[in-house]
């Protein structure tokens, strides 16, 4: 149980090119997703904490506007990376957090490698 | 500024030996901590969750020891094998109400045969 699905799991653009990422809740029901995003050897920073049927709360330092969050069901969170360029480039990963139950871990999804060229 | 530490060297092991990883935090009470398993190109995969009440958590041949007037948390892997090889990641949580977890830089783990 508890699995988390992220779609696509690579992805090679041109600069300029905004690409979108899913992540599902396939087999639990999440409130509350996370984004984080990680560079070759380096931990997940978080992103963003997306909220369903609310406003995403960023992170110091993330620019709502580059990366857009929706998260419109109990199932499915989706970040927007607008106007891509390279040094966007990098690991994305989502979690999702099971509703109603506190203290529980996130469950993550398999990522997403997102290049730019 | 609240800030989680791991040691940032491979833990290089022979097989069949108890694998020791350290988790320290600064600057803030987790209600709990999580660890996690991360493999190359993968996103984590859950452990082991321990609550600021428990002294000590286990799961097969893994253990979790958390001490929150040291304010750090050891994990143990038993009877190590090459499949344990990895990049283990500490995340402590519960400071607030938004589940939020801060995830420490991970140890990466190699078990040598």
């Known amino acids: 149980g508890a699995v988390v699905s992220q779609h696509p799991s690579r992805v090679i653009c041109k600069s300029g090119t905004s690409v979108k990422i899913e992540c599902r809740s396939l087999?639990?029901?999440?409130?509350?997703m996370f984004w984080y995003r990680q560079f070759p050897k380096q931990s997940l920073m978080l992103m963003a904490t997306?909220?369903?049927?609310?406003?995403?709360?960023?992170e110091q330092g993330v620019e709502k506007d580059k990366f857009l969050i929706n998260h419109a069901s109990l199932t499915l969170s989706t970040l927007t990376v607008t106007s891509a360029h390279p040094e966007d480039s990098s690991f994305y990963i989502c979690s999702a957090y099971p509703r109603g139950i506190s203290n529980q871990p996130q469950h993550f999804g398999d990522g997403t490698r997102l290049s730019i060229l | 500024s609240q800030k989680i530490e791991q040691n940032s060297e491979a833990l290089n092991i022979q097989e069949g030996k108890t694998a020791t990883l350290t988790c320290n935090y600064t600057?803030?009470?987790?209600?709990?901590l999580q660890w996690y398993r991360q493999d190359p190109g993968r996103g984590p995969v859950f452990l082991l969750l321990i609550r600021e009440n428990e002294k000590e958590k286990r799961k097969e041949r893994l253990k979790v020891t958390f001490d929150t007037t040291l304010k750090q948390s050891l994990f143990h892997i038993t009877a190590s094998q090459p499949a344990d090889s990895a990049t283990y990641l500490c995340a402590p949580g519960g400071v607030d109400s938004s589940y939020k977890l801060i995830f420490g830089s991970g140890t990466r783990l190699l078990v040598r045969p």
């Open positions: 087999d639990f029901q999440a409130t509350t």
């Open positions: 997306s909220n369903e049927g609310s406003k995403a709360t960023y």
């Open positions: 600057n803030y009470s987790p209600a709990y």
